[in-house]
């Protein structure tokens, strides 16, 4: 039988500053900027969900 999954670990502090900072810097990336639109809108919902 399957080992249930753990919960993903929450980022707070300068690790969670670091995410947002790394997701949102689109030098780093090479995606077209359709890409990089959808990729921000996704974060987006996904961080309105979590303040809710």
């Known amino acids: 039988m399957a080992r249930p999954i753990k919960d993903t ?3 707070r502090g ?5 995410f947002v ?3 949102m810097c689109a030098d780093e990336r ?3 900027a359709e890409k990089r ?3 921000v809108a996704a974060y ?3 961080k309105k969900m979590m303040v809710d």
Do not use: F, N, Q, V
């Open 37 to 39: 639109a959808r990729r």
């Open 44 to 46: 987006e919902t996904i």
């Open 30 to 32: 090479k995606e077209t």
């Open 9 to 11: 670990p929450i980022l």
């Open 14 to 18: 300068k690790d969670a500053e670091r």
């Open 21 to 23: 900072k790394r997701m």
